[in-house]
């Protein structure tokens, strides 16, 4: 039964991909790829998967403890971070926040402040001392931030080719003021101040990590924002300069929103700046059930619960979602990021919320190449700071089509490359392997590129090259409408490229 549910909803997804694709190229049946990265991560290249193969979701692995907000001016109720790679190192922008809770209290301990920490490799963090802002009666902190804006600040390296250097970073961020974003920049990612008095978007309820950056590929600045639709949603919006923004719309999910949404976490992805990524929070309150007493630290559960039900009885973990034109996505039901087999840190409302930025990090392993770091919260809520642990993805490795030994196949829709050679980022067993067939637009194999001359592929490879008896080069395709057709055996296709 999981079994046929899973297909079930690979099918739906790869219908309404496929319609949305046709959409986003103005009804035009062959899509231009040209030399740039496609992630299958969703089902925009894809026409049909037979046999075996389905979409199948990754999950990341569970790291070391990046970060835990233990400072004074820190504290349990620290959330709502970002990290991005900016050269040679890597920032990082947390709230600090605290509360006491026990039996008798549940109350907030001290001002939210935004504090900032860097590191060279994204693995081992410090909190410099910034001297910027006074804690009880010393600035040796590492506050980046203290008044207005600190319920979330949302930092961003902006890349737009016209932006002036004095506001080479930029941040959308709320709090202690009147409602509303706040459009903040710095020319160094640390010394910040408002591009404008007033708030920039007024919209939504926005208590959450609310973030805008620049897209790339459609040339223009882009937010999103949190409101209220049947509990809690996304809107996105627009904007030429960062200051004026259009209305918000709504984001529409394929095949459905899965759950209230508290966070959303877009960003460009760094390898295929046309594609958005969006890594949003899931909140799911059943109310108090039998298995809540199951679940780690009962007791604190119970004292957390006392002024509001729902800090007891709801649960977050954290999602996934990708998107071609930035308002629709294509959402997976299932989590992205499980509270996990845990006894202590997590299983609460406000643990793993993954922060917004992906970023990529040496592997622990010496003769492995680079992967994806991203990072959530938890211990939130509890006695001593709360805490940022890192998680870990191969590159490219959000979804992949796979198929188990006895094998499946995936054809593309009709595209056009550029580019003199194909590259794969795949992984299979050592029993498995992949091979390809390049077709014209009507399905027909092309002389020197079926599947009987194709080499079949096998191996673990981040950009393995496609061979056929006649070699790599591909470059008389170039231009041409063709689909590929992909035979897979017990192994997995992240992502393609011509180059």
């Given at each position: 039964m999981r079994w046929y549910l899973s297909a079930l909803l690979c099918s739906i997804i790869v219908a309404a991909s496929a319609q949305q694709a046709a959409a986003q190229q103005g009804g035009a049946r062959v899509l231009e790829i040209g030399d740039r990265l496609e992630l299958l991560a969703d089902d925009t290249l894809i026409d049909s998967l037979m046999g075996g193969a389905q979409l199948r979701l990754h999950h990341p692995e569970p790291r070391e403890v990046a970060l835990v907000a233990d400072a004074p001016w820190e504290g349990n109720g620290s959330l709502y971070a970002t990290v991005f790679q900016d050269g040679p190192l890597y920032r990082m922008y947390y709230r600090g926040a605290n509360y006491r809770i026990n039996k008798d209290e549940y109350t907030e301990d001290h001002r939210c402040v935004y504090c900032y920490a860097q590191s060279s490799d994204g693995i081992h963090w410090t909190k410099p001392q910034l001297g910027l802002f006074e804690w009880e009666g010393s600035k040796e902190n590492n506050i980046v931030l203290d008044g207005l804006g600190t319920h979330s600040f949302a930092p961003l390296r902006d890349d737009n080719p016209a932006c002036s250097p004095q506001a080479r970073y930029k941040a959308l961020a709320n709090g202690a003021g009147p409602h509303g974003l706040f459009a903040f920049q710095s020319p160094d990612a640390i010394h910040w101040s408002l591009m404008r008095d007033g708030p920039v978007i007024t919209e939504g309820a926005l208590d959450s990590q609310n973030l805008a950056f620049w897209?790339?590929?459609?040339?223009?600045?882009?937010?999103?924002f949190r409101d209220f639709r049947d509990g809690r949603d996304i809107k996105t919006c627009t904007s030429p300069d960062f200051v004026t923004w259009s209305p918000g719309e709504w984001l529409d999910y394929t095949p459905g929103r899965s759950g209230e949404l508290?966070?959303?976490q877009v960003t460009p992805y760094f390898r295929a700046p046309h594609v958005l990524l969006g890594f949003p929070t899931r909140y799911i309150d059943r109310g108090w059930t039998q298995s809540h007493n199951h679940l780690?630290?009962?007791e604190h559960r119970k004292i957390r619960a006392m002024p509001s039900p729902r800090e007891g009885s709801a649960v977050t973990e954290g999602l996934f979602m990708v998107s071609h034109d930035g308002q629709r996505f294509s959402m997976w039901p299932e989590a992205f990021i499980r509270p996990g087999l845990r006894t202590r840190d997590t299983w609460f409302y406000g643990d793993i919320y993954q922060t917004w930025g992906l970023v990529e990090t040496p592997s622990a392993i010496a003769d492995a190449p680079p992967e994806l770091s991203l990072y959530a919260s938890e211990h939130y809520h509890q006695e001593t700071g709360a805490a940022f642990r890192r998680y870990t993805l191969r590159i490219d490795g959000f979804?992949?089509?796979?198929?188990?030994?006895?094998?499946?196949?995936?054809?593309?829709?009709?595209?056009?490359f550029a580019g003199r050679e194909l590259v794969l980022n795949m992984s299979t067993s050592a029993a498995g392997g992949i091979t390809l067939e390049i077709q014209d637009a009507d399905g027909n194999p092309l002389p020197g590129f079926s599947l009987d001359e194709c080499h079949e592929a096998f191996g673990d490879d981040l950009a393995r090259v496609v061979a056929w008896s006649s070699g790599t080069d591909v470059s008389t395709l170039a231009g041409r409408p063709v689909r590929?057709?992909?035979?897979?055996?017990?192994?997995?296709?992240?992502?393609?490229?011509?180059r």
């Open positions: 897209d790339e590929a459609r040339g223009e600045y882009r937010a999103y508290y966070t959303n780690p630290r009962l979804v992949s089509v796979q198929a188990p030994l006895s094998g499946g196949e995936m054809v593309t829709r009709p595209l056009t590929l057709r992909f035979r897979i055996k017990d192994a997995d296709l992240y992502s393609l490229r011509f």
